[in-house]
């Protein structure tokens, strides 16, 4: 079954304590996406990749890292965490061209 | 600045309704459009890619409308399973770039 897997889907922890939030597509998608989004202000793109080692920043990048070592694996890192990252985040993949996003399931964070 | 809106709503309607969104863009090369429908704060889906020529799938029926600059999403005879947040997804000419909109609240009452 063709999908996006984002683990963990809840994650609470403390501010500073470095945490990965992981995605693997199995579509052989060259574009993966991290959008973390928040009550009002709707979705927002934190980082992107085009394909295997390149990665552009999104419209919210600050706190966030990512890598892509390898095609199907996009993480998105918090070297450290604080309370105003608490949020809801998907992890996103799609093909060429006009074909659409493909969402993981998404992971609840709190960081107290 | 680029931008897509939405009424958030919330649209309140019963069962049977005929009900539609509206979504304006504001970069006129913007080529692709899509709408994508989230529950409860799970993923969200696609639900219908817009064309030029207007599509429609089921109950459903997308119009793109490039000189005025939106979209829009009808849903004919609403059912309670339709309760959602719609969201306006507008693809950026400049690459790859999708751009949502805040989404529009559905909400269907028998």
């Known amino acids: 079954e063709a999908q996006v897997t984002q683990n963990p889907r809840y994650l609470i922890t403390v501010t500073g304590k470095k945490l990965t939030v992981t995605c693997s597509q199995n579509?052989?998608?060259?574009?993966m996406s991290w959008y973390r989004q928040d009550p009002g202000l709707g979705l927002r793109q934190i980082y992107y990749?085009?394909?295997?080692?390149?990665?552009d920043k999104g419209d919210v990048p600050e706190g966030y890292k990512v890598s892509r070592k390898e095609k199907r694996n996009f993480p998105l890192i918090l070297e450290s965490p604080s309370p105003n990252q608490t949020s809801l985040y998907f992890c996103?993949?799609?093909?060429?061209?006009?074909?659409?996003?493909?969402f993981g399931n998404g992971t609840r964070l709190t960081v107290t | 600045r680029k931008e897509v809106e939405q009424d958030p709503g919330p649209f309140n309607v019963p069962e049977g309704a005929t009900v539609a969104f509206n979504c304006t863009y504001s970069?006129?090369?913007?080529?692709?459009f899509f709408w994508y429908r989230q529950d409860c704060r799970k993923e969200p889906k696609l639900l219908m890619s817009?064309?030029?020529s207007g599509n429609e799938d089921g109950r459903f029926t997308a119009q793109l409308n490039r000189a005025s600059q939106y979209i829009s999403l009808l849903i004919r005879d609403s059912k309670l399973s339709d309760s959602a947040t719609y969201l306006c997804?507008?693809?950026?000419?400049?690459?790859?770039?999708?751009?949502f909109g805040k989404g529009t609240t559905l909400s269907v009452s028998s």
């Open positions: 996103a993949s799609k093909g060429q061209g006009n074909s659409p996003l493909h």
């Open positions: 579509m052989n998608h060259e574009y």
């Open positions: 990749s085009m394909n295997v080692e390149v990665t």
């Open positions: 970069n006129s090369a913007s080529q692709s």
């Open positions: 817009v064309y030029s």
């Open positions: 997804v507008v693809k950026d000419q400049a690459g790859t770039a999708l751009i």
